[in-house]
């Protein structure tokens, strides 16, 4: 029974660490929303710096239990905007913007917290259960 318990601890930890990784993502992501640069392939004498590269969490289950998080680059990661107020925009008006939803960055705020509050819950179930199994007397 012990060991059944450490393997629903060990199985919530690597809920906990995805979790956490998906709230870092969505806030980087939300932090540079607005993190615009020039087009790709655009002459950029001033060398002002590129529009942020968006990311997101890849989540696979793990064989014997828990899952694995990895973060990658959103594909495309900038779409064109007009803008020609931009000091880097092109000829035509229109610079690179980061390729993010801020709604979908919300729904992924909203699954980190509740899967870190689930996973949470496991953890403190399972110290419950191994408190109670050390109170055992015969």
Known sequence: M????????????????????????????IANALSDGPLPGVSNPENFPAAYTPMRVNQTDVVGGGTSATVSS?????????????????????????????????????????NYAANAHVIRVDAQMSAALLNITV
């Open 2 to 29: 012990t060991d059944s318990m450490n393997i629903a601890s060990t199985i919530a930890v690597s809920g906990l660490n995805a979790a956490s990784l998906r709230l870092q993502v969505a806030a980087s992501n």
């Open 74 to 114: 959103v594909s495309p990661a900038t779409v064109s905007t007009f803008d020609p107020g931009a000091p880097f925009a092109n000829t035509d008006g229109f610079v690179a913007s980061p390729n993010i939803d801020l709604a979908n960055e919300m729904i992924q705020l909203l699954i980190a917290r509740i």
